[in-house]
């Protein structure tokens, strides 16, 4: 355990980095907001092609490395067993990964996509609008976005686990970069505040739709001070949980929240249009599956139409930023299984479950503007926030669900925060598996504040472009990790046989 953190170059710089961000943002947050915007029509303008490029290529490593001979190999010794059970693993990456992000865009972007449409010609809230909203939803939560986050877990488990080294992204690329402490700590500082800035996000976006959830239900307004409040007590909440460490708080929580998400799955599918549901999943795979290259290598460059930079790219470029937390993480609780396994459960479970989800919820609230006339795609249009409880609202039981909805973005907000603060805890300590208490509480107290300024700067657009600050130079630090792993799996010996997993 590292025990003096503050001696710690990379604890030190990225703390007053984000410290320095906070106060900025808390000082001028207008100007905060246009930087942030400025920022990211400058990556997404002239690398929105490099973002797209990139991903596809992450998505050919690893489906190739699970189907190649080093899929054998273990993330530890050989003869090791994974430490959670398949549930719990599940649970866990998908909390950590994108459970809140997910329950408010599994209606909001659908309906988005139904309401402005992804192609020029393609005439707004018709069925033709609403199966195309439908692919490109499942297209943006599929294996693309995860394929950013396995790519980092990969590499980290493998190195924390198989090889015994620190769990850090500078340990990853010293084998094509080799051994220098600047650029080492450089990047790691950069992993650190680019986990800062897409854990705020996340939270940001989860506080504004809980706002949102609330005033829908109760007379509570939506204002910049009930946000706060939701800010203190999610704070309170996680640093509580954080104290209690990985097995206990995050384990609870992840199992509480795939559970909670499948009983709300459950009843939806149930209480809304089961058989247009399972048409619209079915339906949706099959033009996920088929769009597949087309839509991640689409751009527009000859229209000048802004759709791809302002979804795809950007989706790219968050699950960039997100992916030193997520892939850490991710590494954290996969120790013992194969490359197989590991390939498998990263890249297929969490997106088939995200796509059942955007299925059922999307689909009902599709369903209801299509045949019952509703406007749900108006309401989302003006405030996305809501859009999962205006789709309740043509459900039976509308205020349980609401309830139980805004519970639920609450826990998947304080796992993936006690997740961040575990993870910003281990960066910030030389790559401890077990990171000081303080060290976690200082990381929490940061996170939720620069959530309050990004909400204080312009709401949902600045929380979204602020996450984008470490998107561009951490691609490239990817693509120098799939080489680096390239070369270390080389040397690894090729177990002869595997013994059946016990799960």
Not at 41 to 66: E, H, K, P, Q, R
Request: overall charge positive.
């Amino acid at each position: 355990m590292e025990k003096h953190n503050y001696k710690n170059p990379v604890f030190f710089v990225s703390a007053i980095i984000v410290l320095v961000l906070v106060v900025l943002g808390a000082s001028k947050p207008k100007k905060f907001g246009e930087i942030a915007g400025q920022l990211f029509n400058f990556t997404t303008i002239n690398f929105g092609w490099f973002y797209l490029l990139a991903v596809f290529i992450f998505v050919l490593f690893l489906i190739g490395l699970s189907i190649s001979k080093y899929g054998k190999i273990r993330l530890g010794p050989q003869n090791s067993r994974p430490e959670y059970p398949f549930f719990t693993w599940i649970g866990m990456l998908f909390s950590a990964g994108f459970g809140a992000g997910l329950v408010f865009w599994g209606v909001a972007e659908p309906m988005s996509h139904f309401f402005n449409t992804p192609f020029q010609g393609l005439e707004a809230q018709t069925e033709d609008a609403a199966r195309v909203a439908m692919g490109y939803a499942f297209f943006h939560w599929g294996i693309s976005q995860w394929s950013v986050f396995a790519v980092v877990g990969l590499i980290i488990a493998f190195l924390q686990f198989k090889k015994e080294k620190k769990g850090l992204i500078s340990t990853a690329i010293k084998p094509v970069v080799g051994r220098n402490r600047v650029l080492s700590n450089t990047i790691d500082s950069l992993a650190v505040i680019a986990t800062v800035m897409g854990v705020a996000t996340s939270l940001g976006l989860g506080i504004l739709q809980m706002n949102g959830g609330l005033s829908s239900v109760s007379d509570i307004p939506k204002s910049i001070w009930v946000q706060m409040a939701i800010a203190f007590i999610m704070l309170v909440t996680y640093l509580l949980s954080s104290s209690t460490g990985l097995n206990k708080g995050i384990k609870w929580l992840s199992n509480l929240n795939l559970g909670l998400c499948l009983v709300l799955l459950v009843y939806v599918f149930f209480a809304g249009p089961t058989v247009f549901i399972l048409n619209t999943f079915v339906l949706g795979l099959g033009d996920y599956l088929t769009n597949f290259v087309q839509y991640s290598f689409r751009l527009t460059p000859y229209s000048g139409e802004t759709w791809v930079r302002d979804w795809t790219v950007f989706y790219w470029a968050w699950a960039t930023a997100w992916s030193p937390f997520v892939g850490a993480f991710v590494a954290r609780v996969s120790k013992g299984r194969t490359i197989r396994e590991f390939v498998f459960g990263v890249l297929v479970v969490p997106p088939l479950i995200a796509c059942l989800w955007i299925a059922a919820f999307g689909g009902t609230a599709i369903h209801s503007d299509l045949f019952n006339g509703t406007q749900i795609a108006e309401a989302v249009d003006v405030n996305a926030a809501v859009a999962l409880f205006e789709t309740y609202n043509f459900l039976p039981g509308t205020t349980i669900l609401s309830l139980l909805s805004i519970f639920l973005i609450f826990t998947f907000l304080v796992t993936s925060a006690d997740s961040a603060t575990y993870i910003l805890g281990s960066m910030t300590s030389k790559g401890s598996l077990n990171p000081q208490l303080f060290t976690k509480i200082v990381w929490g107290v940061l996170i939720t504040a620069i959530a309050v300024v990004l909400l204080l700067a312009g709401g949902l657009d600045a929380l979204q472009t602020a996450s984008l600050i470490s998107a561009l130079p951490f691609t490239i630090i990817l693509l120098v990790i799939v080489v680096a792993f390239i070369r270390m799996i080389k040397k690894e010996p090729i177990p002869k046989t595997v013994k059946k997993n016990d799960r």
